[in-house]
């Protein structure tokens, strides 16, 4: 049997990021995947295909508390979920790494200061191609290096409304994406980016960012279709000895020194939870009995600001944020609110798959005329909001929003906001339990092995070879997109592991102009 230094399980954003780092380290490197590389082929950019008929998410079933089914929004390739995200790239607050008052209660500190975590945040937008412009944000964090690259430019119709809400006294910035619009980059900024398949292959996700250029070493090999059932511990349970797969239909198991899971928040808990043994009753690493509890997804709503006179001509909408209720509301409000980010633009056969009862033709001039946004906020770590395993294995969720009150005024907020922008139709639609594409901290990290499952470089306070690198780490959920987050710990991780100091950036990517595209 052939046994390996270090086995990842999960080839998403951390995973990925981690082989990536430790391409060259000497190591042999074992990533296991349970899909396959997703194909390039029409569908990518078909919305019918993507959104209605679900082509990309698996045949899955997980369960709500109270029994029901739900298709849940994660999709099994290499490179994980960011196959499909919609590259949005932020850093977390300087806030967001200290304990933070929320009308819900309080958002707990990392045991890592934002300060500490920097340097990674740059080497992260460097490794993903970051586009943004610092200096309009006014919640951004302190910068030791510029953006790699230039911002994404807004189109005319997107410049317009940025304009509107300037005079409003409100700050649009531009929202960081991993695009390749580098010289000779890839990017076409289409109408299929946001929540579809990349088919030119130029969105900065962990399979074109992380895992290919880490395949490119000779100490790392990639084992698809590879369905890890368990990892078993010698006989102290101190240390894990085999991971046991399941492939084309066949059982077999693997040695490593060392072993990473990095499947996803859900899924690295469950995996967790299936290797329970007579060392391990209540499941591996969770001494504490934390594994699988503080559940977050955020509170997420999608809206379209509709204005019936005039056609949005957009292509690539998704360049613009406001952060101006991040930290407090309007009218003296003082606790957080959240983000707004501008969508990929909607199109009527994506929008069927949620509104099946409208005729297509109403959803096509809605779309026509709309301006599509994102809204999030932050939702707070309850213990009771947790990850199980029911018959047969299978994953269930129970969960129940928090925070709410919060959410719900940067809702009226944001369409206040966009009335006084020219938009007097605002259209909402809460995201569900499905909607699960930001889930984090079934595993949370921290110094105390009473009050969490890792400790600050993800190694198991339970197992001295196991780690856990993905956002299942997250000790709370910010009110931003988690990747480059992800990204940046799993680059720290690979430092420590490495024995190195802490990063520093030595040198940027020369940048030119997103307009030379």
């Given at each position: 049997?052939?046994?390996?230094?270090?086995?990842?399980?999960?080839?998403?954003?951390?995973?990925?990021?981690?082989?990536?780092?430790?391409?060259?380290?000497?190591?042999?490197?074992?990533?296991?995947?349970?899909?396959?590389?997703?194909?390039?082929?029409?569908?990518?950019?078909?919305?019918?295909?993507?959104?209605?008929?679900?082509?990309?998410?698996?045949?899955?079933?997980?369960?709500?508390?109270?029994?029901?089914?739900?298709?849940?929004?994660?999709h099994y390739f290499v490179g994980g979920n960011t196959k499909v995200y919609g590259?949005?790239?932020?850093?977390?607050?300087?806030?967001?790494?200290a304990a933070l008052e929320h009308v819900g209660g309080v958002s707990p500190a990392w045991p890592w200061t934002y300060e500490e975590f920097?340097?990674?945040?740059?080497?992260?937008?460097?490794?993903?191609?970051?586009?943004?412009?610092?200096?309009?944000?006014?919640?951004?964090?302190?910068?030791?290096?510029?953006?790699?690259?230039?911002?994404?430019?807004?189109?005319?119709?997107?410049?317009?409304?940025?304009?509107?809400?300037?005079?409003?006294?409100?700050?649009?910035?531009?929202?960081?994406?991993?695009?390749?619009?580098?010289?000779?980059?890839?990017?076409?900024?289409?109408k299929t980016c946001d929540g579809f398949p990349c088919k030119v292959n130029a969105k900065a996700d962990a399979d074109i960012s992380c895992v290919r250029p880490a395949l490119a070493s000779d100490n790392v090999e990639l084992m698809t279709r590879a369905l890890v059932r368990r990892l078993i511990t010698d006989p102290s349970g101190k240390r894990v000895s085999e991971v046991e797969i399941e492939r084309d239909g066949e059982s077999r198991r693997i040695s490593a020194d060392t072993f990473v899971v990095a499947c996803g928040a859900v899924n690295s808990a469950a995996l967790l939870l299936r290797s329970a043994s007579s060392l391990h009753p209540n499941g591996l690493a969770n001494s504490s009995g934390l594994v699988g509890r503080h559940y977050m997804v955020h509170?997420?709503?999608?809206?379209?600001?509709?204005?019936?006179?005039?056609?949005?001509p957009t292509t690539f909408q998704k360049t613009m944020a406001v952060n101006d209720f991040y930290f407090r509301g309007e009218e003296g409000y003082r606790f957080p609110l959240g983000n707004l980010q501008l969508l990929g633009k909607l199109q009527a056969g994506m929008l069927t798959a949620n509104q099946r009862w409208v005729p297509k033709p109403i959803l096509r001039e809605f779309a026509g005329r709309s301006v599509d946004w994102w809204i999030m906020s932050e939702d707070l770590p309850d213990p009771e909001n947790r990850i199980f395993l029911g018959p047969g294995g299978r994953i269930e969720v129970r969960f129940r929003s928090n925070n709410v009150s919060a959410h719900e005024r940067l809702i009226k907020a944001a369409g206040r906001m966009l009335r006084r922008a020219g938009f007097p139709i605002v259209l909402t639609q809460r995201m569900g339990i499905e909607t699960n594409s930001h889930q984090?901290?079934?595993?949370?990290?921290?110094?105390?092995?009473?009050k969490s499952v890792l400790d600050p470089f993800c190694r198991s306070h339970d197992v001295t070879n196991l780690l856990v690198v993905d956002s299942a780490f997250f000790p709370s959920s910010a009110a931003v997109n988690p990747a480059l987050t992800i990204a940046a710990q799993a680059l720290r991780v690979a430092d420590h592991l490495l024995g190195c100091r802490p990063a520093t950036v030595t040198k940027v990517p020369e940048a030119e102009t997103a307009d030379q595209k």
């Open positions: 049997m052939k046994a390996y230094d270090l086995v990842i399980i999960g080839t998403g954003m951390g995973g990925g990021t981690l082989a990536y780092a430790l391409r060259d380290s000497g190591r042999k490197i074992l990533l296991l995947e349970r899909g396959d590389y997703l194909p390039s082929e029409p569908e990518n950019w078909d919305p019918q295909a993507v959104f209605a008929r679900t082509r990309y998410k698996p045949k899955e079933q997980w369960f709500d508390d109270s029994g029901r089914p739900f298709s849940p929004g994660v590259a949005a790239l932020p850093r977390f607050r300087k806030e967001d790494f920097e340097p990674y945040y740059c080497r992260a937008e460097q490794m993903l191609f970051v586009h943004g412009e610092p200096g309009t944000d006014p919640t951004e964090p302190p910068r030791s290096a510029p953006f790699p690259f230039p911002a994404v430019p807004h189109e005319p119709y997107i410049e317009d409304l940025r304009t509107r809400l300037e005079r409003q006294g409100l700050h649009p910035f531009f929202l960081p994406l991993g695009i390749d619009l580098r010289q000779e980059g890839k990017c076409i900024r289409c509170n997420n709503t999608a809206l379209m600001a509709v204005d019936p006179f005039r056609i949005n984090c901290g079934t595993a949370g990290f921290g110094t105390d092995p009473a």
